[in-house]
């Protein structure tokens, strides 16, 4: 079967520096996907992890663990405007299936 | 990356009519899918929406209910047939120019509320 669980809610301080984790099962696994989602609005692309390891980008960074199924979004230095959905989502064949998303509440 | 755009933004709409959303590229794209996105959950594909042949549908959506179109490699429309309040909801629109693995780009959204 296809599954990928991430967490409902976390909450986190301006400045500092959050982890969202995501465990995935999908068959014939590409990559993964993370989206970041202000409410009312449309997702919009963080990152593409195929290789395992870490990929960073500014203030965001991604890993990903093929053997593991298992990929996590670093966010540092916080600032009150990440706070948003974060969805997971892996890629297999030509289709995508995301998870349910990660509310994240940044707090000053 | 690829400029999308959905029509209508937003409609009200009573129980029992249809409703089609439609959904324009700046480039021509192989890939088009349709999601649903009802309140407080994540994205549900609907549909692959293929250019030149029926659209693929996902398990619990038929065409009946949700017929595609998909005439070009730059426009597609999704019809909510014979509405009822649970398909009250966000439609989406994504695109992913270098085909199914690569990176996916969406639209707007279309909110929906049936009445």
């Known amino acids: 079967g296809q599954n990928i669980d991430q967490p409902t809610e976390m909450t986190a301080t301006e400045g500092a520096i959050v982890q969202i984790n995501c465990t995935y099962q999908?068959?014939?696994?590409?990559?993964l996907f993370w989206y970041q989602q202000h409410a009312g609005e449309a997702p919009t692309f963080l990152s593409y992890?195929?290789?395992?390891g870490l990929e960073e980008k500014g203030r965001f960074s991604s890993f990903l663990s093929r053997s593991k199924g298992y990929s996590y979004l670093l966010l540092k230095e916080l600032q009150m405007k990440d706070s948003a959905s974060y969805l997971c989502a892996a890629t297999g064949g030509f289709k995508t299936i995301f998870g349910a998303g990660t509310r994240l509440f940044v707090k000053a | 990356s690829a400029v999308i755009s959905q029509k209508p933004s937003r409609d009200i709409c009573q129980r029992g009519t249809s409703l089609t959303i439609q959904c324009q590229v700046d480039?021509?794209?192989?890939?088009m899918f349709w999601y649903r996105q009802q309140p407080g959950q994540s994205l549900t594909l609907i549909a692959t929406?293929?250019?030149?042949?029926?659209?693929?549908?996902e398990s619990g959506f038929v065409i009946d209910k949700f017929p595609i179109s998909r005439p070009n490699l730059t426009f597609s429309t999704l019809t909510v047939s014979n509405m009822s309040p649970e398909d009250s909801s966000i439609y989406l629109c994504s695109v992913a120019p270098s085909g199914g693995t690569e990176t996916q780009y969406f639209g707007p959204g279309t909110r929906l509320l049936v009445l």
């Open positions: 999908t068959s014939g696994f590409n990559g």
């Open positions: 480039s021509q794209v192989t890939m």
């Open positions: 992890n195929v290789l395992d």
């Open positions: 929406a293929n250019q030149g042949s029926e659209a693929t549908y």
